[in-house]
């Protein structure tokens, strides 16, 4: 028997993909009161807007001081970390052991990422760190490990160009697998409401039944908007940058030590992929998870109905 949702959920990281996809699936349940942790002004106008029944507090992650009046009165913690943070490990320990001096605290649930054993990413280094003490602290908790995802794939953009490109920011040939952020966000409403069912798992979240190249990727957008792209394939430095750009929306102001784990990705998967399997998910989402081909059909339907 599943315990009872949680009464108060905090959210950090809340204006990020993952809690972007999470929060409709979360905010109509009458029975569960959110508290959403920003970094920024802006983003904490824009959840208030967007999420008017939720408490959005923006904070500083990296101030341990800050954290007990963040965790007060919180039964569970969804931790996302905020990307490529230099500080990530520092992070999460420090949450972890709040969490652990939290009266009523129940539920530490992780989004890690998938095989944080790799040693030549030092952003998988920081999430296996957390991963070690997480386990180690005798909290209940839910590791969820995403793969990929399909959503920092501009598709729109592509197939919006009179002549479509494609930065890719490491070789086009090796093998991924991919997921959906809305179905990464199901599993996550899976764990969080279940509860006990799920204390002490670690989930891999893959959806792509078969591992997918960034080339055969763009091959099925090129099918699906009927016209061909040009893959440009960035080195070194550019091919940095552009991963930074597609996830920050910038290269001005970004933390150095951010940019030093961004190029270890860079370097690492311009040698080989990633790679994992769906069976997980879609025993903790109930259905079929969503293959890439659908879902460049879903953000094509989007793109046709705003036009």
Known sequence: MSSPPPSTLLI???????????LPLLAPLPTLSLRLAVHTTPS???LETLH??????QTDLTSPSALPALLTGITTLLYIAPTYHPHELAIGTALIATALKTPGFAHFVYSSVLHPLLDGMPHHAAKRGVEKAL?????????LQPTTFMDNLPIAAIAKMREPRFAATWGVENPFSWVAT???????????LGGERHFGATYQIVGTRRPLSFGEAMGIVERKIG????????????????????LFGTVEGIDPRTVELARGMVEYYDKRGIVGNSNVLEWLIGRDAMQF??????????????N
């Open 52 to 57: 008017p029944t939720a408490q959005v507090l």
């Open 182 to 192: 809305g179905d990464l966000a199901q599993a996550m409403k899976t764990v969080v």
């Open 44 to 46: 904490k106008h824009h």
């Open 12 to 22: 950090t990281s809340a204006s990020g993909k993952q809690a972007t996809a999470l």
């Open 293 to 306: 081909d659908e879902w460049v059909d879903g953000k094509l339907a989007e793109l046709e109905g705003a």
């Open 135 to 143: 386990v180690e602290s005798g909290l209940r908790y839910t590791i």
């Open 227 to 246: 016209r061909e792209v040009r893959v440009e394939v960035k080195k070194g430095r550019e091919a940095v940058d552009a991963l930074l750009v597609r």
